[in-house]
């Protein structure tokens, strides 16, 4: 399996080509299936729309968000297609991060005219306990 830097690459490497050839116009329903498309062609195992389930106080909710993608079991990818980035874009991802365990996760906006404006990267730092006290992405 790539490491982490490398995995991240091929997710920029392919969302580079797409926002070329079709700029920033799509809805964010087409680059998520076109960049599924291209990583798989790069290798990389992609889960789209990945359920995750959180059980609260006893409760286990099902299906309670989706990752946009999930790149390799590691690298969750948060799309959108809108002008304006909004800082609670950023903040959703790292709870997704926190929530489901993983290392890093990418925030693309293709919305952007410039797709290098609307990329960013964001690192799970959190060395706490697991929050809520169960969640669980289902097989």
Do not use: W
């Amino acid at each position: 399996m790539k490491e982490i830097n490398a995995i991240t690459q091929d997710i920029l490497n392919a969302a580079f080509k797409l926002h070329t050839m079709y700029g920033p116009g799509l809805y964010e329903s087409a680059y998520e299936l076109l960049m599924q498309i291209e990583l798989q062609r790069s290798g990389h195992r992609v889960e789209r729309q990945k359920p995750v389930s959180i059980e609260h106080e006893s409760i286990v909710v099902d299906n309670a968000f989706r990752l946009d993608l999930l790149v390799d079991g590691l690298v969750v990818v948060e799309l959108k297609s809108c002008e304006q980035q909004a800082p609670v874009f950023a903040k959703q991802l790292k709870t997704y991060l926190v929530l489901c365990g993983k290392p890093v996760g990418l925030l693309i906006n293709f919305g952007q005219t410039s797709l290098r404006n609307g990329i960013e990267r964001v690192v799970n730092h959190y060395d706490g306990p697991a929050l809520p006290s169960r969640i669980g992405i289902p097989r």
